[in-house]
């Protein structure tokens, strides 16, 4: 296996208020946060409060199964967010990683039928992702390992 990026929690601090201060610098006011669950959960949470924004959407997304093991296509799993909600908002996309970038693609598309404006945050960006973030902390080809799931699950006992 090749070299790793590691992300650590301490990192992840800066690397949660720089991106935040990247959309403020920019001028983007997000109505609400829609976060790819489960990476993108803790970018969004890091977003909602650095830029004072309270209503995080969550989408699940299913594609990989491993390190760079990927299903065909990212599915949507139920339940998909009521397009009611975001109908007219300003909508911020915050994920742990855009590689492929098809994640992002799907859940932007879907999002881009109902609001006003959709712009994407991601920690990291890989040169070969089909989608470019407006707002991206880092650039990287590796595969990167996240605080959040570099351990596995904890084992029963
Ligand atoms: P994409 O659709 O852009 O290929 O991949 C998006 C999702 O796949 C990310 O949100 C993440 O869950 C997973 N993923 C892709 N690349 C990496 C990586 O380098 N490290 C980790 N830990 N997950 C990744």
Not at 8 to 27: I, K, Y
Not at 62 to 82: I, K
Not at 122 to 134: A, D, G, T
Not at 137 to 152: A, C, L, V, Y
Request: aromatic share 10%; net charge negative.
């Amino acid at each position: 296996m090749g070299e790793r990026e590691e992300l650590t929690w301490d990192a992840f601090g800066s690397a949660g208020r720089e991106l935040a201060a990247a959309v403020t610098a920019d001028g983007y006011q997000p109505d609400l946060i829609f976060s790819i669950a489960r990476g993108g959960l803790f970018v969004a949470g890091a977003l909602g409060y650095a830029l004072d924004v309270k209503n995080l959407h969550v989408v699940n997304v299913e594609f990989y199964t491993g390190v760079d093991q990927r299903l065909d296509l990212p599915v949507m799993l139920p339940p998909v967010p009521n397009a009611v909600d975001l109908t007219g908002a300003r909508v911020l996309i915050a994920d742990d990683v855009a590689d492929t970038g098809a994640t992002l693609l799907l859940v932007r598309d879907f999002c881009a039928d109902h609001v006003a404006e959709v712009r994407c945050a991601v920690l990291y960006e890989k040169p070969r992702s089909e989608v470019r973030c407006e707002y991206v902390w880092r650039r990287t080809d590796k595969w990167i390992d996240f605080p959040w799931s570099s351990q596995g699950p904890v084992v029963r006992p």
